[in-house]
């Protein structure tokens, strides 16, 4: 079986003003994988989510998919392409209903009844959102926002899904059921690139690993690999 | 120790002077409600009088208001151009007005002054809003990512150079508008006076104004303006194109201002290049008022600016027998304006900024 990559990070650096963020990012995600992006705090996995969904500018480098570039295409083109990011923090649009924020994942979508799929495939896998749906999404519970974020970015059919440290602040049961949905999303299909911090369910789910530190590559391998890894283990496993 | 004990006191002082300043507002409101009520000098007829054209006024303060509450909501600054833009729409009118006065069309009847009158709004919208997304695209949209105040410095340039510019083209003249005769007469209702201009004037402000409402809440655009308008990152995550909500914005804020300008001028029959100044500092005030960045704060702000600068000058000041009270209908305006300021920065409806950035 010859692996394809469907999304190619290729050497990209990326500048904030003079703090030289990434220094040159090599990632490569092939169809159908889960690989994990992990790395201490500030070491630049948001800014290599960002850098791909085109909301930060690489100053060089490029980004892939499917082998076409897609450096320098404005964020909401790349949404229609296939690669949908669900960001660090949930972002909900609070002041907006839980049917609203689904609507507006889906906003690329151009048939009404790809729209009610979409929102009726949310509520089956969160049945919790349903109940909520009239209700303005800074009202509802962390676990139900980052329900609610993924349920969004689904909206849209993403090819490639990026997720930010979707178990961030939640409970145990919860950050269980994120890794079950994220299970289901790619036994369905979908190709996922998922940075965490929580590193040990990361490695457990993924298929390869990168570790980020300072805006560099340090290791990458297959996550089973990164699991038995002394560097990893001791630097974010915690264990000694 | 010596400076944190003269701070405390300013702290109190500027305490006590807040105060004594809400009690002040407090008793010449009520004080002076009082004795003009019973003075008696004014019939109930008066009152309403003043009421309808504190409505006639509103709305059209309202519809101004959406444009500046619109573009902070989405963009966080102060369109002071905007005032311009209305202006814009009361020329556009003119232009129309004056022409169908010329053909002998206006004042054949009821009908033909309002297909003029449809025609100069829908010219006035046709004016505007390329007007102000030039403003847009020219002035703001380059300093996108700059502090706040650069964009703010911008617009009052941008205010500037559209005044001068239609002074450049149509001269310092007051330009007066034709009389349109059908609006001059009154309601068959006795008791009270009301003009067909102010029916139409309030009518076709709630009609926009409706429409605005349901545009924003209702369809995908609006919903993604709203979208922006919280979050601009995300919501181009979510696929949704934020230079086309930002522009759509500017487009609807113009098309209100575009038509407000024209029903303005026919209340007030005359328009040259600083019209704009006054209603549009006034409806600014309405938008603050409301709660700046809120929908139907702009419109309720709008509302109230209207009667409280119609009301407010008889009602307030007659009893305390101060001359011509009505020559100080923007004291009174102004006032407001600061006292919201000072006292509720977020307006009727508004909810505190920190709030909603969380
Ligand atoms: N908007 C910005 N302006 C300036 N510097 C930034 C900006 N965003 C990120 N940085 C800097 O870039 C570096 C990488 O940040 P990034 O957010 O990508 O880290 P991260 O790995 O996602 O961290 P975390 O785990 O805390 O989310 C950090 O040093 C950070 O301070
Ligand atoms: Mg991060």
Same mark, same amino acid.
């Given at each position: 079986?010859?692996?394809?990559?469907?999304? =190619?990070?290729?050497?990209?650096?990326?500048?904030?003003?003079?703090?030289?963020?990434?220094?040159?990012?090599?990632?490569?995600?092939?169809?159908? =994988?889960?690989?994990?992006?992990?790395?201490?705090?500030?070491?630049?996995?948001?800014?290599?989510?960002?850098?791909?969904?085109?909301?930060?500018?690489?100053?060089?480098?490029?980004?892939?998919?499917?082998?076409?570039?897609?450096?320098?295409?404005?964020?909401?083109?790349?949404?229609? $392409?296939?690669?949908?990011?669900?960001?660090?923090?949930?972002?909900?649009?609070? $002041?907006?209903?839980?049917?609203?924020?689904? $609507?507006?994942?889906?906003?690329?979508?151009?048939?009404?009844?790809?729209?009610?799929?979409?929102?009726?495939?949310?509520?089956?896998?969160?049945?919790?959102?349903? =109940?909520?749906?009239?209700?303005?999404?800074?009202?509802?519970?962390?676990? =139900?926002?980052?329900?609610?974020?993924?349920?969004?970015?689904?909206?849209?059919?993403?090819?490639?899904?990026?997720?930010?440290?979707?178990?961030?602040?939640?409970?145990?049961?919860?950050?269980?059921?994120?890794?079950?949905?994220?299970?289901?999303?790619?036994?369905?299909?979908?190709?996922?690139?998922?940075?965490?911090?929580?590193?040990?369910?990361?490695?457990?789910?993924?298929?390869?690993?990168?570790?980020?530190?300072?805006?560099?590559?340090?290791?990458?391998?297959?996550?089973?690999?990164?699991?038995?890894?002394?560097?990893?283990?001791?630097?974010?496993?915690?264990?000694? | 120790?010596?400076?944190?004990?003269?701070?405390?006191?300013?702290?109190?002082?500027?305490?006590?002077?807040?105060?004594?300043?809400?009690?002040?507002?407090?008793?010449?409101?009520?004080?002076?409600?009082?004795?003009?009520?019973?003075?008696?000098?004014?019939?109930?007829?008066?009152?309403?009088?003043?009421?309808?054209?504190?409505?006639?006024?509103?709305?059209?303060?309202?519809?101004?208001?959406?444009?500046?509450?619109?573009?902070?909501?989405?963009?966080?600054?102060?369109?002071?151009?905007?005032?311009?833009?209305?202006?814009?729409?009361? !020329?556009?009118?003119?232009?129309?007005?004056?022409?169908?006065?010329?053909?002998?069309?206006?004042?054949?009847?009821?009908?033909?002054?309002?297909?003029?009158?449809?025609?100069?709004?829908?010219?006035?919208?046709?004016?505007?809003?390329?007007?102000?997304?030039?403003?847009?695209?020219?002035?703001?949209?380059?300093?996108?990512?700059?502090?706040?105040?650069?964009?703010?410095?911008?617009?009052?340039?941008? *205010?500037?150079?559209?005044?001068?510019?239609?002074?450049?083209?149509?001269?310092?003249?007051?330009?007066?508008?034709?009389?349109?005769?059908?609006?001059?007469?009154?309601?068959?209702?006795?008791?009270?006076?009301?003009?067909?201009?102010?029916?139409?004037?309030?009518? *076709?402000?709630?009609?926009?104004?409706?429409?605005?409402?349901?545009?924003?809440?209702?369809?995908?655009?609006?919903?993604?303006?709203?979208?922006?308008?919280?979050?601009?990152?995300?919501?181009?995550?979510?696929?949704?194109?934020? @230079?086309?909500?930002?522009?759509?914005? !500017?487009?609807?804020?113009?098309?209100?201002? &575009?038509?407000?300008?024209?029903?303005?001028?026919?209340?007030?029959?005359?328009?040259?290049?600083?019209?704009?100044?006054?209603?549009?500092?006034?409806?600014?005030?309405?938008?603050?008022? &409301?709660?700046?960045?809120?929908?139907?704060?702009?419109?309720?702000? &709008?509302?109230?600016?209207?009667?409280?600068?119609?009301?407010?000058?008889?009602?307030?000041?007659?009893?305390?027998?101060?001359?011509?009270? @009505?020559?100080?209908?923007?004291?009174?305006?102004?006032?407001?304006?600061?006292?919201?300021?000072?006292?509720?920065?977020?307006?009727?409806? &508004?909810?505190?900024?920190?709030? *909603?950035?969380?």
């Amino acid at each position: 079986m010859n692996p394809t990559p469907i999304l =190619e990070v290729d050497d990209i650096h990326v500048y904030y003003g003079n703090i030289h963020a990434l220094k040159g990012v090599s990632l490569t995600i092939n169809k159908g =994988e889960i690989v994990t992006l992990i790395g201490a705090n500030g070491a630049g996995k948001t800014t290599t989510l960002n850098a791909i969904s085109g909301l930060v500018p690489s100053r060089e480098g490029q980004v892939r998919l499917r082998g076409e570039t897609i450096s320098g295409v404005a964020s909401h083109l790349i949404v229609g $392409r296939g690669i949908v990011q669900v960001p660090e923090g949930r972002r909900m649009f609070a $002041r907006l209903t839980v049917e609203e924020n689904l $609507r507006m994942g889906g906003y690329t979508l151009t048939r009404a009844a790809d729209v009610q799929a979409g929102i009726d495939r949310a509520f089956e896998m969160f049945p919790r959102l349903k =109940e909520r749906r009239t209700q303005v999404a800074g009202t509802l519970s962390g676990g =139900e926002q980052q329900m609610l974020a993924i349920g969004r970015a689904l909206m849209a059919g993403p090819e490639v899904l990026l997720l930010d440290e979707p178990s961030m602040g939640l409970a145990p049961v919860l950050v269980d059921f994120v890794f079950d949905t994220i299970s289901r999303l790619h036994a369905e299909g979908t190709t996922i690139l998922l940075v965490e911090q929580n590193a040990r369910m990361a490695l457990q789910i993924a298929d390869r690993g990168y570790v980020i530190e300072t805006g560099m590559i340090v290791l990458s391998d297959l996550a089973a690999n990164l699991r038995e890894n002394d560097t990893v283990r001791k630097a974010y496993l915690g264990i000694v | 120790m010596k400076a944190s004990l003269i701070e405390r006191l300013t702290e109190g002082a500027i305490a006590t002077f807040l105060w004594l300043l809400r009690v002040a507002v407090v008793l010449v409101v009520v004080v002076g409600s009082a004795l003009t009520i019973m003075s008696g000098r004014y019939s109930l007829e008066v009152y309403v009088g003043l009421v309808v054209s504190g409505l006639t006024l509103g709305s059209i303060y309202a519809l101004i208001a959406l444009g500046y509450t619109m573009v902070y909501g989405i963009l966080r600054m102060i369109n002071f151009a905007h005032g311009e833009i209305f202006m814009a729409g009361a !020329f556009a009118g003119y232009f129309v007005v004056t022409a169908s006065d010329k053909l002998g069309f206006l004042n054949q009847g009821p009908v033909t002054a309002m297909i003029t009158i449809v025609v100069a709004i829908l010219v006035a919208v046709a004016v505007a809003t390329p007007i102000a997304l030039l403003v847009e695209k020219i002035a703001y949209r380059p300093l996108r990512n700059a502090p706040r105040l650069v964009p703010l410095i911008s617009a009052i340039g941008a *205010s500037f150079v559209l005044q001068y510019t239609f002074r450049g083209f149509f001269g310092p003249g007051i330009y007066s508008y034709p009389t349109v005769d059908f609006l001059d007469q009154t309601l068959p209702i006795s008791g009270v006076i009301v003009r067909y201009v102010d029916v139409i004037v309030v009518i *076709s402000a709630f009609v926009m104004m409706t429409g605005l409402y349901l545009f924003v809440m209702r369809t995908k655009l609006g919903t993604a303006i709203r979208a922006v308008s919280e979050d601009k990152d995300t919501a181009a995550l979510m696929g949704i194109d934020v @230079n086309r909500a930002i522009v759509t914005t !500017f487009g609807l804020g113009a098309a209100m201002a &575009g038509a407000a300008g024209v029903l303005y001028a026919l209340l007030f029959r005359q328009v040259f290049f600083l019209t704009g100044f006054v209603p549009g500092i006034k409806a600014f005030t309405a938008a603050v008022l &409301g709660g700046i960045g809120n929908i139907p704060g702009a419109m309720l702000g &709008g509302l109230f600016l209207g009667q409280v600068e119609s009301i407010g000058p008889t009602l307030f000041l007659d009893g305390f027998n101060v001359p011509s009270p @009505n020559q100080l209908k923007d004291v009174i305006a102004f006032t407001m304006l600061v006292l919201v300021l000072v006292f509720r920065p977020s307006g009727i409806l &508004g909810e505190r900024i920190a709030r *909603s950035r969380a």
